[in-house]
């Protein structure tokens, strides 16, 4: 029988941010429960208003061996904030202090699974595990191949419009700084290969990606996020930036926040720049021809990627003409 998929990880992720999802996990999981298993000997999962009466958010025992339920008695704790592990963290301490009793008796911690659940992403709160010392290679590795997790990341840097005033709260602000920079330090490209890029796993990565930026209301913010990834400065066969493959997402997107962010990706990561102290802007000069000629080269089969390089090409003049002013300024002065 084909695999049946009701609700893709984003929309549960979605719907762990709802307040209706507190009363309706204990639900969810005891159907699961019952739906995949006839060894169950007990099963207690209050939901709705009973999620408010004190002891374990669920009890299961099973007399045989489950995919993803301990066999014999487990007991269940259950969180749909926006911070999994510190809820864990502290049901898991308390618990083991003092567990409480179940309707089929005391709880003997040596003969008992403790279990936690949570609808939210776990793989996302790796970024608590400590500070960053070294790139969060990682990190950048699962983004480039799940772009749920690019969008949960997102959504955790910069907050949704569409998140409840409850979730605003509950905002780690470490959290949200260690998300900003993994975004900002991210510079593996979405399919790449040995060979290259897989542009049709990029496109895949991208769209799916996209839809989930746009249902949390982050759409052109991440439109920029990517844009800054795919910046990486590494020309293609016929000597033009950007490769072959982002120039065809530039023509085929149209979208002025992934341009941008391409543009900014590539300035940031120019490096310490070594200055000829009489050569003024000559440096700057220098960019300016080769984005003509990149232009030039592109202009043809990607005219949208042609015009980018164009505004490269004017951004690289404006910044010669001021390094131009600047150095005369302090000849001025020093003389």
């Not at 936690?116 to 070294?134: C, D, I, K, M, S």
Request: charged share 25%; glycine share 8%; no cysteine.
């Amino acid at each position: 029988m084909p695999l049946l998929i009701l609700a893709s990880a984003t929309e549960i992720a979605q719907w762990a941010a709802t307040r209706a999802s507190q009363d309706r996990v204990p639900e969810l999981l005891r159907r699961l429960i019952y739906g995949t298993t006839d060894a169950s000997r007990y099963v207690d999962f209050p939901s709705g208003d009973a999620v408010h009466l004190d002891g374990w958010d669920g009890v299961a025992e099973l007399d045989e061996d489950h995919a993803t339920i301990p066999r014999g008695l487990s007991v269940w704790e259950i969180g749909t904030s926006a911070n999994p592990k510190g809820k864990a963290d502290d049901d898991y301490i308390k618990r083991t202090a003092a567990p409480p009793d179940t309707a089929r008796g005391p709880v003997q911690p040596s003969d008992t699974t403790f279990v936690f659940v949570t609808p939210r992403r776990w793989g996302l709160y790796l970024l608590a595990l400590g500070h960053f010392e070294r790139p969060p290679r990682i990190l950048h590795s699962a983004m480039a191949k799940n772009p749920d997790l690019f969008v949960d990341v997102v959504k955790t840097a910069f907050g949704s419009p569409d998140e409840d005033s409850d979730e605003t709260q509950v905002r780690d602000s470490e959290l949200v700084n260690r998300a900003y920079h993994l975004l900002h330090s991210w510079r593996e490209i979405p399919g790449s290969t040995a060979q290259g890029i897989d542009e049709t796993a990029l496109n895949e990565w991208i769209d799916v990606a996209r839809d989930g930026l746009r249902a949390v209301g982050l759409f052109d913010t991440g439109d920029h996020m990517i844009g800054q990834t795919l910046s990486v400065r590494v020309a293609d066969a016929d000597g033009a930036w950007p490769r072959i493959p982002i120039r065809n997402l530039v023509e085929r997107l149209e979208s002025e926040k992934f341009e941008q962010g391409l543009l900014i990706g590539r300035y940031n990561t120019r490096g310490v720049i070594s200055r000829n102290p009489l050569g003024g802007g000559d440096i700057e000069r220098g960019e300016v021809h080769a984005y003509e000629a990149m232009a030039t080269t592109v202009a043809t089969r990607w005219p949208r990627t042609a015009v980018l390089l164009r505004r490269m090409a004017k951004s690289s003049r404006a910044d010669a003409t001021r390094v131009d002013v600047d150095s005369e300024l302090r000849e001025d002065l020093e003389g």
